[in-house]
T-cell receptor, first 111, second 113 residues
Framework: DARVTQTPRHKVTEMGQEVTMRCQPI?????VFWYRQTMMQGLELLAY????????DSGMPKDRFSAEMPDATLATLKIQPSEPRDSAVYFC?????????FGPGTRLTVT | GENVEQHPSTLSVQEGDSAVIKCTYS??????FPWYKQELGKGPQLIID?????GEKKDQRIAVTLNKTAKHFSLHITETQPEDSAVYFC????????????FGTGTRLTIIP
């Protein structure tokens, strides 16, 4: 049963610290998306990649967020420095042609 | 950019009754409309989707309808069961889903036993 995996599932950190979230897309999927979910903003796209190339990162605060795909099996989302307003659940999703499949998310709390 | 509105925000129905959730979209270029179910502590799960060249699609107790002219689409759940309780999100995308999804604000569905 192929699925998207994300690590860590939970992360509590202090303001100013660096946070790295990882995602393993479903094998064979060529598109990877990063979404953020908060009560106030709902589900919003941060960035996405196709064949490991970034296509759109307009949803990310550029000064502190960065997203990469070092290889086809790993996508990373990094926040440096983290701020309390970054507290949210971060989801990775992957897809090939039509559907997008979501991972279980990383719940980030910045104190 | 695309804007997706979803109603209602909360919905309670008696077990066995039907539930309907409605969404409207703004971008006429959108051509793919998935519905996701999100249970507490989990990621959104795709439950059904429809493309713009189709007016209706059904999968067991779940159906989705699309009106391209009016730019709205709806999710219909029949014979509701307690396990249908969750938050449901509609979304819209261009390029048949291989582009970013714009999500609605979600509907919290509660099935009353």
């Amino acid at each position: 049963d192929a699925r998207v995996t994300q690590t860590p599932r939970h992360k509590v950190t202090e303001m100013g610290q660096e946070v790295t979230m990882r995602c393993q897309p479903i094998l064979g999927h060529n598109t990877v998306f990063w979404y953020r979910q908060t009560m106030m903003q709902g589900l919003e796209l941060l960035a996405y990649f196709r064949n490991r190339a970034p296509l759109d990162d307009s949803g990310m605060p550029k000064d502190r967020f960065s997203a990469e795909m070092p290889d086809a099996t790993l996508a990373t989302l990094k926040i440096q420095p983290s701020e309390p307003r970054d507290s949210a659940v971060y989801f990775c999703a992957s897809g090939l042609v039509l559907e997008q499949y979501f991972g279980p998310g990383t719940r980030l709390t910045v104190t | 950019g695309e804007n997706v509105e979803q109603h209602p925000s909360t919905l309670s129905v008696q077990e066995g009754d039907s539930a309907v959730i409605k969404c409207t979209y703004s971008d006429s270029a959108s051509n793919y409309f998935p519905w996701y179910k999100q249970e507490l502590g989990k990621g959104p799960q795709l439950i059904i989707d429809i493309r713009s060249n189709v007016g209706e699609k059904k999968d067991q107790r779940i159906a989705v309808t699309l009106n391209k002219t009016a730019k709205h689409f709806s999710l219909h759940i029949t014979e509701t069961q307690p396990e249908d309780s969750a938050v449901y999100f509609c979304a819209a995308s261009t390029n048949f889903g291989n582009e970013k999804l714009t999500f609605g604000t979600g509907t919290r569905l509660t099935i009353i036993p």
